[in-house]
C-alpha cells in the first residue's frame, strides 16, 4: 500500500544579511538559527514511521533536510519540483522604493497569476503532481517533502479548495513549519500544521520568500 502521510516542511531562517528576495539565487545558506529550526522540525515527528526524505535542490532546504536524513537514516532525494518558483524581482530588496519604479510596472500588473513569476497554477500542479508520485511508489509509512513557502500554500489552497491567488501577507506558513496531507481515496486531506521552532521565530528574519 502506498504512504498514509506527506509532511510538507519549510526550511529554516536564511542567512540574508542584505534583506533581498532570494528565490532561487545560489548562495544563501541556513543562518545559525535556520539550523537550529531545522532541529526542531525534526523533533516534531520523532517516533513517526518516516521512511522516505525528498528536498528542493536548493541549498537551504538540502541543508534542513540534513537532520531528518540523520534522525531516520534515510537518503535525501532531490526532487525538482519542490522548488522555490522564478520570480523577477530576484536580488532586489522588497520595499516602496522598488514597487514605486516605474521600470518595475509591468511585472504588477496582474497579481493573479502572477506576472512577476510562475503562476500559481503551475506551482501547484508540479507540488502535487510530485506528491502524488512519491505517495504511490512509498510502499507505506510516512513522507517528509522540504520544500519552500509558496510551493506549500499552493498545495494547501488547492487542497481546501480555495483560490489560488491570494494575499502574501497572509500565508500561514512560517519558518520550519509542518503542513500534513492525508493521502485517501485517490485525493489529498490536510490534517495538521505545526510550527516546532515558534519560540525561535521572534527572533526570525524571513524576507526572501516570492
Known amino acids: 500500500m502506498p504512504a498514509d502521510v506527506i509532511h510538507l516542511v ?9 534583506r533581498v528576495l532570494y528565490g532561487r539565487l545560489p548562495g544563501f545558506r541556513l543562518s545559525d538559527l535556520g539550523q ?9 515527528l520523532a517516533g513517526h514511521p ?7 535542490p536548493l541549498q537551504r532546504v538540502q541543508e534542513s533536510a540534513a537532520p531528518w536524513a540523520e534522525a531516520f537514516g534515510l537518503e535525501v ?9 522564478t520570480n523577477r524581482f530576484e536580488g532586489k530588496r522588497m520595499n516602496r522604493r522598488t514597487l514605486a519604479d516605474p521600470r518595475h510596472w509591468h511585472l504588477l500588473r496582474n497579481p493573479r497569476t502572477p506576472s512577476w513569476g510562475e ?12 506528491m502524488t508520485e512519491t505517495c504511490e511508489r512509498t510502499d ?59 519560540e525561535l521565530l521572534e527572533n526570525a528574519t524571513d524576507l526572501g520568500a516570492v
Open 50 to 56: 518516516v521512511t522516505a526524505l525528498y528536498a528542493s
Open 140 to 198: 507505506s509509512g510516512e513522507v517528509v517533502m522540504v520544500s519552500h513557502q509558496l510551493p506549500i500554500w499552493m498545495v494547501h489552497r488547492a487542497v481546501v479548495g480555495e483560490p489560488l491567488a491570494h494575499d502574501p501577507r497572509k500565508r500561514r506558513c512560517a519558518l520550519s513549519s509542518i503542513t500534513s496531507f492525508a493521502w485517501q481515496g485517490g485525493a489529498f486531506t490536510e490534517i495538521g500544521y505545526q510550527e516546532p521552532g515558534a
Open 10 to 18: 519549510r526550511h529554516g531562517e536564511v542567512h540574508n544579511p542584505t
Open 77 to 85: 532525494h532531490t526532487e525538482e519540483r519542490l522548488i522555490e518558483p
Open 119 to 130: 503562476p500559481f497554477t503551475s506551482i501547484a500542479t508540479r507540488m502535487l503532481a510530485a
Open 36 to 44: 537550529r529550526m531545522a532541529e526542531a522540525a525534526v523533533g516534531a
